[in-house]
């Protein structure tokens, strides 16, 4: 069975950086566009970044220019680096595979406090 694997959530002050990773298989991962979601208490499950296999990113405008995604094929992980953080950004993150969803993570809770 696959098995994504996030971590590296946690609380932070308003304006700190966390670095989110992601782990899977490597025929999970190859050749496929991998994305990252959230999901705040209360709401749905939302795509905020997503990185191709050759590293071509998208953003939603919410976190442009505070949120870098990145990937390192040969350890089959997926990055989220998230700085300026904002209260707002307090959700459960999730990575999959975009367009092909797998069976979800338990995700990783990142916390912003104001």
């Known amino acids: 069975q696959v098995q994504l694997v996030e971590s590296g959530g946690g609380l932070v002050q308003a304006g700190g950086s966390l670095r989110l990773s992601c782990a899977a298989s490597?025929?999970?991962?190859?050749?496929?566009?991998i994305g990252w979601y959230r999901q705040a208490p209360g709401k749905q499950r939302d795509l905020v970044a997503s990185?191709?296999?050759?590293?071509?990113?998208n953003y939603v405008d919410s976190v442009k220019g505070r949120f870098t995604i990145s990937r390192d094929n040969a350890k089959n992980t997926v990055y989220l680096q998230m700085n300026s953080l904002k209260p707002e950004d307090t959700a459960v993150y999730y990575c999959n595979v975009r367009f092909d969803l797998r069976a979800w993570g338990q995700g990783t809770q990142v916390t912003v406090s104001s």
């Open positions: 990185i191709t296999s050759i590293g071509t990113t």
């Open positions: 490597r025929s999970t991962f190859a050749g496929k566009v």
